[in-house]
């Protein structure tokens, strides 16, 4: 039953304490170390120097850590959810850095000097930490304070602490308990409860709390005692204790509560009876120091003992009777002692839990307790022996007064009618020896097994070769086939606190009857075989499944849950199962009686599921905070447990990642890697079994998400789009522009020809020319020649260059000199042009040049004695300027202005250098770009 | 300051010359609050105190007037008028026991806890001060440093003073005592 935890990873460590987290883990104390256990592994969580030379004398969880008290009173604490890195990285470095490690926790009125012996907090949010020497202290809204002689404790020296469901520090000194308290006011209250309150011993070593918050004592002499919250006085005691100076101890529902003591091992006291059992004499921890204990949360007995050794232990199942063997059939009667029927005769114990003594000589096979509280032990071929409650023979039933036949397999019944199942066949009598015998004829003489009469006034029988049967309202009814199953022999038909029906079959397994359907249960269902030897119901409704080599306890609430336990070979014999009035189940074994507690407290009946370390890229993440990862961040590791310290080699996995695989997998596995997931959405989902059946299961998860790269991304998506579309517009919009651009200077072009064209043909100008020519082609014929090439010179030209957008600026000159050789013959010395042009060279707007000539003609006046003089020049810039004297007309020529602007507005157009037209008192001068 | 000396006058008789009380006159107490806008500082060399070897029980006491070192006349003004209220509560008391079973005959460096009543502006908090005391022959030299908070002791200040006045202010000990 103790089972030895032991690891490499512990060394030479001596356990001094115990303890399990809220998550489930397993917390030990060492002489030198503190240990986080899983049932398979132990790690061993890192000191700080200040801790190294001590031991830790106390464990408690509060706040989300584990605060470990040390024996030179310093206190260390550590997250429970802290980074416990996986041993995966390979990276003995990083594996240090990370390892786990308690801190000194640090207050400005120090730690204390003296040993911790104790820590708990309390409703209100304060932690209480009790010492060896320097009494109580509390820390509470961030202050420290000290209960000492001065505030009325009895003695600095405490063992133990526990807090009440009032909110009351109970602390154990060596006289009495000190029930302390602060006010709300902040006043330190200290209540004392001694020998006048009724305890038993003053000297108080160890306190607990059970699971109806009620306070237990251990004391140094006087056993243990559960103390009235209300009265504060103990209402049940143990008197004529016999095993010494308790140490520690905890309570298992209302029935039972285990005790260790320094020097007689660990006891369990019977809270019904007050019988306190020592582990059996033989027993490796009989005689030993128990330094502490711990109940988890699967019902188990966690012990530190002498040498600091720790043990679990299942303390639900033991074998409490070691006195007879080979045990036939078991009863447990109404005052909870044990009749046992053997081949040698029928033994019973005089209290519970006692020794046994023989009370019949004859080879008892089956047993029942009549109402009046007599013993029917029905034997091999020795007929029936009505027994009292002392176990003195009353009666006997035999062949000669009645019975059928003399081998009684099986005895059932209720109020005034017993029914007995011979081997001659079925027959009832009245449970006082009186009234009819009746004999049940109709199930004739085949083997009838089990009989029961069940609440509602049914009799059913097991019967061999005929299936079930059962008698109700007088009217016998077989059942032989089951949805399909032909049932042809029940060996055991038992009747659950709920009022089901539950029978076994030869070969077909087992099958619940509700009164109205039938359920089957087969290997399938998880059973562990299909020869049942026999069954039992306990008070928490779990069936008992007897088999050669152990049982089953099936939990009928859930769904293929079925747990086995492996016992010595030999098997539990079909009559050799019963539930006692507390909801126990004793099973007769080949080395003793085993006993199953029915314990009225909830413990958990699964392994559970947790994740433990996430990895990303191989590197351990912190994935209580961090859910989202980058597109690349994609190789992802999961490690999880499944706590079960009942049987940690048992536990299987089955894990999904919702959003990837499209199914569960099945693993014995403590981890499962993803590499290159790719982004999107996941839920890890891990659920534990420890009988390879997944319905019902708990189950943990842990959701989080992949990102999409930046391209994918949406917003990214809308901002390319957003830019393309700013793109087109622009691209568009541009375009239109230049074609705008481009029409205007199109409609100003063909304007500005029309309009030079109109200007040339400008009756007045012609008349001018034809005049000047008249005059000349007297003089001198030969210049009216010149003259009339020139001006067909420059009508040509005119015509030639007005489709085009540039000419040279050497071509634009030609013009220019036609034009003004023009002008020179008609005015002679009243007109000058002087040309500067260097070497330049360059585009220019056709006509440009001549028009700013033909605007210096005709708004200027001309005379020999005030001649006109206009300068093209070239100048630095890029510009030709083209400049006149000024010497206004006094009535100013009619003008449309439009020359000049238009020339102005169509190097606008084409985006080259602005054209600049200046003025001063003696020149007009405009320039041209190049 | 009627109790300090009461318990002065409780223990005088109790000792012999040889193992009587250790007295100081003279022991600084420098205290300092840190606000988000404005540092203050200031100090006392009046401490009075007294140590009982026999049952390790102690007594200190300062008068709230005697601090100096303000940063401005107007601080200490208010200081003493409107939070220590020193008309009516002219003294900070501090009174207990020493948790450590201390040997005052042996010379060297202790690092003990004490406890006891912390009095000031008239209320009372028990406090556990960690203390450093020296011992060298028949004096004691005792250091600590501790923090107050002054809702503690039902000093309010104004919320509009609280960037310039930490609502913890830190108090640093050092005192030699002789018998």
């Known amino acids: 039953m103790f089972r030895l935890q032991q690891g490499h990873e ?10 399990q987290d809220s998550r489930g883990w397993i917390w030990c104390g060492a002489q030198n170390g503190l240990f986080r256990y899983d049932g398979l ?11 190294r030379q001590a031991a830790v004398s106390a464990l408690y969880e509060w706040n989300g850590m584990i605060w470990a008290g040390f024996s030179n009173g310093a206190i260390g604490r550590i997250p429970t959810t802290g980074n416990f890195i996986p041993a995966l990285t390979g990276d003995a470095e990083a594996e240090k850095k990370f390892a786990p490690s308690l801190s000194l926790w640090q207050i400005e009125e120090g730690l204390p000097q003296q040993e911790i012996s104790a820590i708990t907090a309390d409703p209100s949010g304060a932690l209480w930490m009790a010492t060896y020497g320097e009494g109580l202290y509390v820390w509470k809204n961030n202050r420290l ?13 405490l063992y133990a602490l526990a807090c009440d469901t009032q909110g009351r520090i109970w602390a154990a000194t060596d006289a009495g308990i000190n029930l302390c308290q602060i006010s709300v006011n902040g006043q330190k209250q200290v209540q004392h409860l001694g020998s006048e309150n009724g305890l038993p011993d003053e000297i108080i070593t160890c306190l607990s709390t059970d699971p109806q918050g009620n306070i237990w004592i251990g004391t140094q002499e006087m056993g243990i005692a559960r103390m009235d919250a209300q009265t504060l006085r103990p209402v049940f005691t143990t008197p004529n204790w016999a095993y010494g100076e308790i140490s ?5 529902g209302s029935k039972e509560a285990w005790v260790g003591t320094t020097r007689d091992g660990l006891i369990r006291v019977d809270l019904h009876h007050q019988g306190a059992m020592p582990l059996p004499d033989n027993h490796p921890l009989r005689h030993t120091k128990t330094h502490a204990l711990w109940k988890d949360r699967e019902g188990l007995l966690w012990s530190v003992m002498d040498k600091g050794q720790l043990y679990v232990a299942e303390v639900r199942f033991g074998i409490w009777q070691p006195g007879v063997s080979a045990v036939q059939t078991l009863l447990s009667d109404r005052q909870r002692r044990c009749w046992a029927g053997c081949q040698d005769g029928l033994y019973l114990q005089d209290k519970p839990s006692g020794p046994f003594r023989k009370v019949l000589a004859d080879n008892v096979i089956s047993l029942w307790e009549s109402a009046s509280g007599e013993v029917w032990a029905g034997t091999f071929g020795n007929g029936v022996a009505v027994l009292d409650d002392q176990g003195r023979v009353r009666r006997q039933l035999n062949e000669r007064n009645g019975l059928i036949n003399g081998s009684v397999l099986n005895i059932g019944g209720r109020g005034t009618e017993v029914w007995l199942a011979t081997l001659g066949g079925v027959m009832a009598i009245g449970a006082e020896g009186k009234g009819e015998v009746q004999v049940q004829t109709a199930l004739g003489t085949s083997y009838v097994y089990k009989v029961l009469t069940d609440r509602q006034g049914r009799v059913w029988f097991g019967t061999d070769g005929k299936g079930l049967a059962v008698l109700e309202n007088g009217v016998l009814r077989f059942i032989t086939e089951i949805n399909g199953t032909v049932i042809k022999t029940v060996y055991s038909i038992v009747e659950a606190p709920d009022g089901q029906i539950w029978f076994s079959t030869d070969r077909e397994g087992l099958f619940s009857f509700n009164n109205t359907d039938y359920q089957h249960f087969t290997i399938e269902n998880g059973l562990h075989s299909q020869q049942i030897t026999g069954l039992a119901v306990d008070g928490n409704g779990l069936v008992h499944i007897a088999y050669e080599d152990g049982f089953d306890l099936l939990n009928p609430r859930r769904k293929n849950h079925v747990m086995f336990c492996a016992a010595a070979a030999g098997g539990i014999n079909l009559n050799a199962l019963c539930t006692d009035a507390t909801g126990n189940v004793w099973m007769g074994m080949p080395n003793g009686i085993i006993r199953s507690a029915a314990y009225d407290e909830p413990f958990l009946d699964d392994p559970q599921p947790g994740i433990t370390a996430v990895s990303v890229l191989l590197k351990s993440v912190d994935f209580q905070q961090q859910n989202r990862f980058p597109y690349n961040e994609n190789y992802i590791i999961f490690n ?11 536990v299987s996995y089955r894990y999904k990642l919702e959003g990837f695989d499209p199914d569960w997998k099945v693993s014995k596995d403590h981890l499962a890697s993803y590499p290159n997931l790719p982004p999107g959405k996941y839920t890890f989902r891990v659920q534990t079994s420890e009988h390879g059946h997944f319905e019902e299961v708990p189950e943990a998860s842990w959701s989080f998400f992949i990102e999409h790269p930046f391209w994918q991304q949406w917003w990214f998506v809308l901002l390319c789009l957003l830019a393309g579309i700013s793109l087109l517009w622009w691209t568009i919009h541009n375009r239109e522009t230049r074609l705008q651009k481009e029409a205007g200077l199109k409609r100003e072009r063909v304007q500005a020809q029309f ?17 000047t020519l008249i005059t000349i082609i007297e003089e001198n ?23 085009r957008d540039f000419i040279s600026l050497k071509e634009e000159m030609l013009l220019v000199k036609d034009f003004c050789f023009l002008l020179e013959k008609r005015y002679e010395t009243g007109f000058k042009l002087q040309v500067n042009l260097g070497d330049t060279k360059g585009q220019i707007m056709p006509l440009s040049l001549q028009l700013l000539v033909e605007n210096a003609v005709k708004h200027n006046i001309i005379s020999a004695s005030k001649p006109l003089v206009v300068e093209i020049l070239s100048e630095q810039d890029g510009y030709i ?24 507005h169509r190097y606008e157009l084409i985006g080259a250098k602005p054209v600049i037209v200046a003025e001063t008192s003696a020149y007009f001068m405009v320039k041209v770009p190049v | 300051m009627v109790l300090f000396f009461q318990i002065i006058a409780f223990l005088a008789p109790l000792f012999s010359p040889a193992d009587g009380p250790y007295r100081c006159n003279n022991g600084k107490v420098y205290f300092h609050s840190k606000a988000s806008l404005e540092s203050i500082e200031a100090s006392s060399n009046n401490l009075r105190g007294a140590i009982d070897p026999a049952n390790r029980s102690f007594a200190w006491s300062v008068e709230t007037a005697s601090f100096t070192g303000f940063n401005s006349p107007l601080q200490l003004e208010h200081f003493n008028e409107n939070y220590m209220e020193n008309s009516k509560y002219p003294r900070i008391n501090f009174t207990g026991k020493v948790i450590e079973n201390l040997d005052f005959s042996a010379n060297g460096k202790h690092s003990v806890r004490a406890k006891g009543k912390l009095n000031i502006h008239g209320v009372e908090q028990e406090r556990i001060i960690r203390s450093d005391v020296e011992i060298t022959g028949n004096k004691i030299r005792v250091k600590a440093q501790f923090t107050v908070f002054l809702a503690d002791h039902d000093i309010h200040i104004p919320q509009i003073v609280h960037q310039k006045i930490a609502e913890e202010i830190t108090v640093n000990i050092d005192a030699v005592l002789q018998n």
Request: net charge neutral; glycine share 4%.
């Open chain 1, 10 to 19: 512990l060394g030479n460590a001596k356990m001094t304490t115990v303890m």
């Open chain 1, 41 to 51: 592994h132990f790690q061993r969580i890192q000191l700080a120097d200040t801790f």
């Open chain 1, 145 to 157: 304070y000290q209960f000492g002689l001065e505030d009325g404790m009895s003695s600095l020296d």
């Open chain 1, 248 to 252: 520690t101890l905890t309570v298992f």
């Open chain 1, 640 to 650: 999880f447990s499944g706590l079960w310290f009942t049987n940690p080699d048992v």
């Open chain 1, 755 to 771: 309009e030079t064209l109109k200007s040339q043909i400008n009756p007045h100008f012609l008349f001018n020319s034809f005049n």
């Open chain 1, 781 to 803: 014929p030969k210049t009216a020649v010149q003259y009339v090439e020139h001006l067909s010179d420059f009508y040509r030209n005119i015509m030639a260059y007005r489709e």
């Open chain 1, 881 to 904: 300027t083209v400049r006149n004297n000024l010497q206004r007309k006094i009535k100013a020529e009619p003008s449309t202005h439009f020359g000049l602007q238009s020339l102005i």
